[in-house]
């Protein structure tokens, strides 16, 4: 009689499927996954992958870890970055060497496809979590990431 | 054939000395048609906010919170906010029909809450075929959902009100005759009596497996009844936008998302009269306050209601395939069956009596 058992076992996956639902709404309080944004901004933290900017991160002594390959400019789908660079004379070997002015960042370009990051081969630039990016006059988006006076950090080259 | 509450005795008394009877009379059904649509309204609103809510916790969101102290303002928010919306149609809809329609639904909810006993007196129409109203009243609501989509010059409206027709037409074999096992135990259609039957003990305890699977047959079919998932094929955001109200807005609109909530609450009430001893209080704790019948009714009702929500949230939409396949093949046959074995019981008088 498989009418019968075809019923009791209907029974029993919805009933399996409402114990999974019933379980999720007892535990609803602790762990709703709602942020109650402009409430909780400074405890605010965003998840680990989420794309907000292209940021390049500087240690304590401002250096980074750009050293002017162009290679997150030549992935860029729509020129969103550009950089300018220059050629100095590095203090260890005395030698010509080409080093970043300005990394020009358009983050009104951006799509966040995240290429520039993947391509990057020193790891230079990474993924921000700011996102609150609403200005009045869309040049304030036009960012240089590279401080003022920074350097390439060491070691990096090599 | 109107009995007032308790409270209200005096408001009677004094109507019927100053005034003559006839216009008495007529005072009184004004008012009480007053009381109930107040009912209707706050109901509904409260409903759509519970519902709102409870959606979020199966979620894990956290829902409306913002409007009043936990967010118990959102929904009459929302209400005003439909009000003030302009009343929009389709060209060559026909007119007529499309603005009967809502009424027709909101009608027919209006009618089933007037025979529900939410307490001792507290019933405005104690009619003797209380059980054979409902059922025939709850079905005259889908006439308003197919003039509704029949009327819109939409195809996926005329689609979604079909649909609910196919589903009702269906569906109402399977509540009836659940109804109708358990009035095998009460002799009786009339509410009242049905709720004195159930002194001795509610009918879902007094019936016992006859009556559970009467009950769960019962909630299934009234699902299906009311057109919420996972029986919502007459809306089907998925495929049909709204379904039978896609070309309403406004105040029209919120008259059928009321009258949903609305049939939501009268499929919880009447399941609570009929399995679960209406107004009366477990083991009769309370017995000697009438007025907190409307507490257990109404707590009773909501468990219900929660139930209903609980299979909105966790089931999948069925196909209209599956749809009739559930009805036809596996509910009706065990429903037959069931009364056969409700007659059984009866008859050999194994019913459980406190």
């Known amino acids: 009689m498989s009418y019968f058992s075809d019923i009791f076992k209907g029974i029993k996956t919805l009933l399996t499927g409402m114990s999974v639902t019933g379980k999720y709404f007892l535990t609803s309080r602790k762990g709703a996954i709602t942020q109650q944004y402009p409430d909780n901004r400074d405890t605010l933290k965003m998840f680990d992958r989420f794309r907000g900017e292209v940021i390049m991160p500087h240690d304590e002594e401002n250096r980074h870890r750009c050293t002017g390959c162009q290679k997150c400019e030549i992935a860029c789908p729509n020129g969103t970055i550009e950089i300018i660079w220059d050629r100095g004379i590095d203090e260890e070997t005395g030698k010509k060497k080409k080093k970043i002015d300005k990394f020009v960042y358009h983050l009104s370009m951006c799509t966040m496809c995240g290429l520039c990051i993947d391509v990057c081969p020193t790891d230079a630039i990474k993924w921000g979590q700011n996102f609150e990016n609403s200005v009045y006059d869309r040049t304030a988006l036009t960012r240089v990431l590279n401080k003022p006076g920074s350097k390439l950090m060491p070691g990096v080259e090599d | ?354």
């Open chain 2, 1 to 354: 054939m109107i009995r007032a509450l308790s409270i209200t005795k005096s408001i009677h008394d004094w109507l019927y000395s100053s005034m003559s009877e006839n216009m008495a009379h007529l005072v009184e059904m004004v008012l009480i048609a007053l009381v109930y649509l107040a009912i209707f309204s706050v109901a509904g609103l409260f409903l759509v906010l519970i519902e709102r809510r409870v959606a979020a916790w199966f979620q894990l969101r956290i829902g409306p919170n913002r409007v009043g102290f936990q967010g118990l303002l959102q929904t009459m928010a929302d209400a005003l906010k439909l009000v003030s919306k302009e009343l929009t149609g389709t060209e060559r809809a026909d007119k007529f029909l499309y603005n009967l329609a809502p009424y027709f639904v909101i009608i027919t909810a209006l009618m089933a809450l007037a025979v529900i006993p939410f307490t001792q007196d507290f019933q405005a129409f104690d009619i003797n075929i209380g059980i054979l109203f409902l059922i025939a009243i709850s079905s005259i609501g889908v006439i308003g959902i197919l003039l509704g989509g029949w009327s819109s010059n939409n195809k996926f409206a005329l689609i979604g009100a079909m649909r609910s027709g196919v589903q009702t037409i269906s569906y109402e074999l399977s509540i009836g005759l659940s109804l109708l096992t358990m009035i095998l135990i009460t002799g009786s259609l009339q509410l009242s009596q049905i709720v004195e039957v159930q002194k001795n003990g509610w009918l879902i305890v007094q019936g016992h497996i006859p009556a559970i699977i009467a009950f769960m047959i019962y909630m299934i079919a009234g699902t299906a009844e009311t057109n919420r998932a996972p029986f919502d094929m007459a809306e089907a955001e998925s495929e049909l936008g709204a379904g039978f109200h896609t070309e309403y807005s406004g105040m029209k609109f919120a008259y059928f998302f009321l009258a949903e909530f609305i049939n939501m609450f009268i499929i919880a009430a009447i399941a609570t009269t009929v399995f679960f001893g209406a107004w009366l209080s477990p083991f009769g704790i309370t017995e000697s306050i009438p007025i907190l019948g409307v507490f257990w009714f109404l707590a009773k009702a909501m468990v219900l209601v929660f139930l209903m929500m609980w299979f909105r949230w966790t089931f999948p939409r069925l196909r209209v395939d599956q749809l009739l396949t559930l009805e036809w093949k596996y509910l009706l046959p065990l429903n037959l069956m069931n009364i056969v074995i409700m007659a059984l019981i009866v008859w050999q008088n194994l019913i459980i009596r406190f």
